[in-house]
């Protein structure tokens, strides 16, 4: 029998991502069992203390057993640390080692949303890709610059190391870890009593993308205003780059290092962002939208929105939009 670890760390966590790994792998043994005679995994929670409290006291874990007490796992899965992943990065220093030296013995690792940050403070991840949650990419990226950062990605998959998107996507990483360890029939069966959808890869139709400033490159904050005061205009980064005074070249280089995009995936991001905010609020024609955010071809601002949600404009609104019904 193979040994599941679901690590509680210390300090304020994510208690859904927790319960319910435990819960959806329980079930999957319990099918597994019915079928083969036999249980893929042994269960366990594991922590450094015999009790971890959550919300504030409101709820507490008591884990099966100690980290120091596990000498060899199969699978370990790191659940979200919310927004708190500071407190928990200096909280869990024993964790962070004893997470590396299982992956050395053999272990596989998945994380969940801000899990992440944890597997990153390792060294786990650099050289790998890695997802999470979409409002936290761009302090992960300053703090692990060495990840490669797939934030558009649901779920990564190199090497024996399984990451995820945000919040309660990972209940998609745990159906693709039960198609993987178990098989396709055993994951379709928790798809369906749990209700996840099967085979989502993507989380970027739910990103709002707010734009990367955390950086201390004031010509590139001023020319980022420029392009999200200008969301109508066909902006040309030829002329962009005219207006602050900055060669086409050295001003690629500096908006690259600065914000992790090209001046015209920055553009375009900001455009569709605002296109994405006017299919959801009001009744517009997709044309009326194009034209408001500066595309006159309808064929380039399908493309591009596709490339940036994983939708056409047509299934965004259809799925986004639904006008008030005002009884009169």
Known sequence: MKQLTIIIPEGENNLSSITGTYEIFSKANAYWKQHTKKEMFKIQLAGLSKK?????????????????????TDLIIIPSLNHNYNLALAGNEPLIHWLDKQYKKGAAIATICTGAFMLAASGLLDGKSCSTHWSVAENFRQLFPK????????ITDENGIYTNGGAYSFLNLMIYLIEKYYDRSTAIYCS?????EMDRNT????????GQKKHND????QAQAYIEQHV?????IDALSSRFNVGRRNFDRRFIKATGNTPIEYAQRVKIEAAKKAFE???????EVMYDVGYADVKAFREVFRKITGMSPLEYKGKYYKEAMVKV
């Open 147 to 154: 990840v490669n950062l797939q934030i558009d990605a649901l």
């Open 203 to 210: 989380q970027s139709e739910f990103a709002i993308f707010t």
């Open 281 to 287: 609020t009001n009744r517009k024609t997709i044309n």
């Open 218 to 221: 004031e010509m590139i904050q």
């Open 52 to 72: 971890v409290h959550f919300n504030d006291g409101l709820f507490t874990v008591t884990p099966h057993t100690t980290l120091s007490a596990i000498t060899k």
């Open 192 to 196: 369906k009593v749990f209700q996840i």
């Open 232 to 236: 109508e205009e066909k902006l040309t």
